[in-house]
T-cell receptor
Framework: GESVGLHLPTLSVQEGDNSIINCAYS??????FIWYKQESGKGPQFIID?????DKRQGQRVTVLLNKTVKHLSLQIAATQPGDSAVYFC????????????FGSGTRLQVQP | GAGVSQSPSNKVTEKGKDVELRCDPI?????LYWYRQSLGQGLEFLIY????????KSGLPSDRFSAERTGGSVSTLTIQRTQQEDSAVYLC?????????????FGEGSRLTVL
């Protein structure tokens, strides 16, 4: 399918390396954050989430770090694989009780074999 | 079905025509969202349905856009008098409850091209 986000910031890594994707979120009242992965021509897929009462959460090969002081979120992918190539979006809820997620503009991850 | 289903997957229309996009959420999910994704952009929130509550329409860009959800399940997004700037991928998502209670499950999207 047609690529999404032809003009997105791009991170290029070698297969097997660790990747770090960064996101600056906008609202200090946000208390829930999610990382999504979007492959070309597909809808976004959930990767991992974190609440504001935590500063780190680990999943399988992925870790999310939250720094509320500087409103910064990062996604770390260990031992990056070609299948990890996609556009990655962070999303925030913009505060308790808000009913929709607000998404960032995304980062393209390219994994070189 | 097993996931969120959207139709049509691709729609090409002429400027000024009306279009309808359909979303079948995951069975049992009470929350349904519509987002729009333009080329090179993130996801732009359009509208949110939760159970029998009044929908949150705060993201709809103009009164040409409307959506309904019948019987708490299927939703239709209607765009009247389409314009070229409406060209985008329209994504539907559902979740078991409100934001923060679980992830959003997205469909594959409906790609709209307005000539």
């Amino acid at each position: 399918g047609e690529s999404v986000g032809l003009h997105l910031p791009t991170l290029s890594v070698q297969e097997g390396d660790n990747s770090i994707i960064n996101c600056a979120y906008s609202n200090s009242a946000s208390d829930y954050f999610i990382w999504y992965k979007q492959e070309s021509g597909k809808g976004p897929q959930f990767i991992i989430d974190i609440r504001s009462n935590m500063d780190k959460r680990q999943g399988q090969r992925v870790t999310v770090l939250l720094n509320k002081t500087v409103k910064h979120l990062s996604l770390q992918i260990a031992a990056t694989q070609p299948g990890d190539s996609a556009v990655y979006f962070c999303a925030e809820n913009m505060g308790p009780g808000r009913r929709a997620l607000t998404f960032g503009s995304g980062t393209r991850l390219q994994v070189q074999p | 079905g097993a996931g969120v289903s959207q139709s049509p997957s691709n729609k090409v229309t002429e400027k000024g025509k009306d279009v309808e996009l359909r979303c079948d959420p995951i069975s049992g999910h009470t929350a349904l969202y519509w987002y729009r994704q333009s080329l090179g952009q993130g996801l732009e929130f359009l509208i949110y349905f939760q159970g029998n509550s009044a929908p949150d329409k705060s993201g709809l860009p103009s009164d040409r856009f409307s959506a309904e959800r019948t019987g708490g399940s299927v939703s239709t997004l209607t765009i009247q008098r389409t314009q070229q700037e409406d060209s985008a991928v329209y994504l539907c998502a559902s979740s078991p409850g409100a934001v923060g209670t679980g992830e959003l499950f997205f469909g594959e999207g409906s790609r709209l091209t307005v000539l």
